[in-house]
């Protein structure tokens, strides 16, 4: 007989002692010229992430523009004093850089992303951008072109058709947010590069502005490298422009766009609550999150799972404003889609899970699941610098503590199941909730009618 062979295995890995984990602490310096700029080294991380925030908010905009600060945005990296557009998009690629920009309310956000090793020429360039965009007409128009032609791709998108309709619902009219964030056809097509460069010098300027810097700054003078980049950038000095309230209109009501011949329709069910500032958050975040946080959440279970009505269905909250005298808000939503027939009994059923969860409550085993989802993986989500430099950024533009994030973890740990839960009921109540429905009128007008979650309009999708 043939002797078998034998086979040596190397000793099966074990796991290591887990270490301390903490979100990173900044440290905060100020430039002569009044930026303020919070740093922090992260020893192995060759790619810096550096952002810049404007206090160039859309309520700043004038009256009639709406879309000028995301073309000011669009056109800080479309040439300088020094570089024609073409030549300041190649002086980036060579040296291994990424530079975007966008507007939201809060204001103006540069993003740089470079090669520790060419930090300085990275640098250099965002200050070059922020010191003296060149704001060319040709540049501008092209820009203005280019946001036309994507408003009607946006209006085609049933989310993005969705979201525009319930700001229009949720905000008064006269308010900002009532309106799209990057504007509208008739107000962008108004806007040249005299309306940018306006737009410019009154609300950018270093003394209003911050500055992060995240990654491995080993063996970097960042404080006279930054005096002799971004400190060269000058401008009045100026006041933090006030923070207005933020007011909506949550009274039950489902509005149709309709979309004949829709196979889909596209559900947003939203409210605005509270913001980071306000001590319910740790527990609105976990109440969130097992309510439609991830494919194990409650509302995937039913709508998903059980039904098939969906694909998938999230709920969450994302600030819109935020002030340290508790006027921001947070806009607290559930969105997805679902087949044109179940369109009913998917809102039905939806509504059926709001209803128990407040007769009910969560159970502890979803709550120590969303805990380990949020906490457990913080830090695989922050291994990147610009993951970190993001949220520092946040915390910037919504006025909370250097801390703040790292006092989150720690609040969603502590947070209990009961408070979990209350802070979710209150979060989603089932009779203040403005419903759109992006699909086809004519199939899910009269099934939507019959739940009785609200009054139902129809409106056209143009």
Not at 15 to 28: L, Q, S, Y
Request: aromatic letters at 4%; charged letters at 25%.
């Amino acid at each position: 007989m043939t002797e078998l062979a034998t086979m040596d295995f190397h000793p099966q890995p074990r796991a290591g002692e887990a270490k301390p984990w903490a979100f990173p602490a900044p440290e905060r310096t100020a430039l002569a010229n009044g930026l303020t700029v919070l740093h922090c080294h992260r020893p192995g991380q060759q790619v810096v992430a550096v952002e810049i925030l404007l206090d160039a908010p859309l309520d700043a905009e004038p009256a009639g523009l709406d879309g000028v600060a995301t073309i000011t945005a669009r056109a800080f990296s479309e040439g300088t004093d020094k570089h024609s557009a073409e030549e300041f998009a190649a002086e980036l690629e060579r040296c291994g850089a990424t530079l975007d920009a966008h507007a939201d309310h809060p204001g103006v956000r540069l993003s740089l992303e470079v090669p520790a090793s060419r930090l300085p020429k990275g640098l250099g360039l965002l200050a070059d951008a922020l010191r003296a965009p060149a704001f060319a007409d040709s540049e501008v128009e092209r820009l203005v072109r280019n946001r036309l032609d994507e408003i009607p791709h946006e209006l085609a998108n049933p989310s993005r058709r969705a979201a525009k309709e319930l700001s229009k619902e949720l905000f008064p009219a006269t308010a900002r947010m009532s309106r799209p964030r990057q504007g509208t056809a008739e107000t962008v097509e108004k806007i040249d590069s005299a309306a940018v460069r306006a737009f410019y010098e009154k609300h950018v300027r270093p003394a209003t502005a911050t500055a992060v810097v995240v990654g491995d700054l080993t063996g970097v003078d960042l404080e006279a490298l930054l005096g002799d980049t971004l400190g060269a950038w000058t401008g009045s000095s100026a006041q933090p422009r006030p923070v207005p309230p933020v007011t909506a209109d949550d009274a039950g009501r489902v509005v149709i766009v309709d979309r004949p011949g829709a196979v889909q329709t596209q559900l947003l069910i939203g409210r605005i609550g509270a913001d980071r500032h306000d001590r319910v958050w740790p527990a609105q975040v976990l109440g969130t999150y097992c309510l439609g946080g991830t494919l194990t959440s409650r509302l995937d279970r039913v709508l998903r799972e059980e039904k098939g009505y969906t694909y998938g269905v999230r709920a969450f909250g994302q600030v819109l404003r935020s002030a340290p005298d508790g006027s921001g808000a947070a806009m607290l939503a559930i969105s997805g889609s679902v087949d044109t027939p179940n369109t009913g009994p998917a809102l039905d059923d939806l509504w059926k899970v709001l209803r128990t969860l407040a007769a009910e409550g969560l159970t502890d085993a979803e709550r120590d699941v969303a805990v380990q989802n949020l906490v457990g993986v913080a830090p695989l989500k922050f291994e990147t610098a610009a993951a970190v430099a993001g949220t520092l950024a946040d915390q910037v533009e919504q006025h909370l503590p250097d801390d703040f994030q790292a006092t989150l973890y720690r609040q969603l740990a502590a947070t209990g199941t009961v408070e979990a839960t209350a802070a979710a009921v209150n979060a989603f109540p089932v009779d203040r909730l403005v419903t759109v429905l992006v699909g086809d009128a004519a199939q899910i007008k009269e099934p939507v009618e019959a739940l009785g979650i609200g009054e139902v309009k129809v409106v056209s999708a143009e």
